[in-house]
């Protein structure tokens, strides 16, 4: 296999724009694509641009119902909202299927060994469930690239980890039955931000029970804390699991500038979250790793982070950039009730998982 890694992009993207005075706006991905190359992503021999087919029909209707799609397409017609918060119209829906298909561009590349890692510049619509969308969502282009390396490569076991400030909601439900999808999410305590989901307890149904896993974090939470619950969730997971490629998914919206979260990451904090998801998936699914990189909101900060953990997932070994802002310090709570958090997680799942087994168990004298 390739050790390059591959940078899907589209220009048209920048069509994702969903208006003036909304969050999310269509230069974010541009403005995040002339920051890697002013550092020099571009530059390095092992990182090739590529440029995306929009999905097909076929690849969406693999991960959303018929009935849903027809629906899009004909607000999109109309140039009507799907909801307050998620407008369509056919350039936003153009966009869209060029995000999907540059999910499915990363899984070709990985799976025909034309790349090590793949990263979707603008991807990540975690929000978007079988036969819903919303929260700035039509499509959930996670879901499209599973069930695409499903259908092509005959994949049968997918690691998602969905690092976005928001909890995967559309992600968790569309897999919370599958145990063939381990999902798991580190977001912001759903108690204080959209869409209020994400709790601890929703581990999954019937064959997929133990195969959610949510770790809710305080606001104000860190790198340290952060990276704590990451090495003692994510990794042991993914370390028995053994995937056959590893998914994440999220942007700059965890970092603590951000205008719609209140988690506070630092541009180091994302550098080493992807750098670890690379150093994992070296060791459990023989590198196989897609970054989709799409969340964030304070277009000051989001170049910098996107490139940071652009630059961990494609090998860098340390970048050379500054914070926009000065940082803060983390509240002492949050180390506590995150580690707490751990402690209830590891026992809803100890049956379900080896790694755990033991844990919290009284011992015999």
Request: glycine letters at 10%; proline letters at 5%; one cysteine or more.
């Amino acid at each position: 296999m390739s050790e390059k890694t591959v940078i899907v992009f589209h220009e048209k993207m920048k069509q994702y724009d969903l208006g003036e005075g909304h969050p999310f706006r269509g230069d974010r991905f541009a403005n995040a694509m002339k920051f890697f190359e002013n550092q020099g992503l571009f530059n390095l021999p092992n990182v090739v641009r590529v440029e995306p087919q929009p999905a097909s029909r076929e690849d969406l209707l693999r991960a959303h119902d018929e009935k849903y799609l027809d629906l899009i397409f004909r607000l999109a017609e109309a140039n009507k909202s799907y909801d307050v918060e998620t407008p369509v119209s056919k350039q936003i829906l153009e966009a869209a299927m060029l995000i999907a298909g540059s999910a499915v561009e990363c899984g070709k590349q990985v799976l025909e060994g034309k790349a090590k890692r793949a990263v979707a510049v603008g991807g990540g619509y975690h929000h978007a469930g079988r036969s819903y969308g919303g929260g700035f969502c039509l499509f959930n282009d996670i879901a499209v690239l599973i069930e695409f390396l499903r259908a092509k490569f005959g994949l049968k076991r997918f690691l998602v980890l969905d690092h976005d400030v928001h909890a995967g909601n559309g992600t968790s439900d569309i897999y919370y039955r599958d145990p063939s999808v381990l999902f798991i999410s580190l977001h912001q305590d759903p108690r204080t931000l959209y869409p209020g989901t994400g709790f601890v307890h929703q581990i999954g149904e019937g064959e997929g029970e133990g195969y959610n896993v949510n770790v809710p974090l305080p606001t104000g939470t860190s790198d340290n804390t952060y990276l704590y619950a990451l090495n003692e969730v994510f990794v042991p997971l993914a370390e028995e699991f053994k995937p056959e490629i590893i998914v994440s998914n999220g942007g700059s919206d965890p970092h603590f500038a951000d205008s719609l979260g209140n988690l506070a990451l630092t541009t180091r904090g994302f550098f080493s979250l992807s750098c670890l998801v690379k150093e994992t998936a070296e060791r459990v699914c023989g590198g196989r790793y897609v970054l989709l990189c799409g969340s964030g909101y304070n277009p000051k900060v989001l170049p910098v982070c996107w490139y940071a953990l652009v630059a961990g997932a494609a090998g860098l070994k340390k970048i050379k950039v500054q914070e926009p802002y000065e940082t803060s310090v983390e509240p002492p709570h949050c180390r506590r009730t995150v580690e707490k958090t751990v402690d209830e997680l590891k026992r809803l799942l100890r049956k379900h998982w080896s790694c755990f087994s033991g844990f919290g168990m009284d011992t015999m004298p």
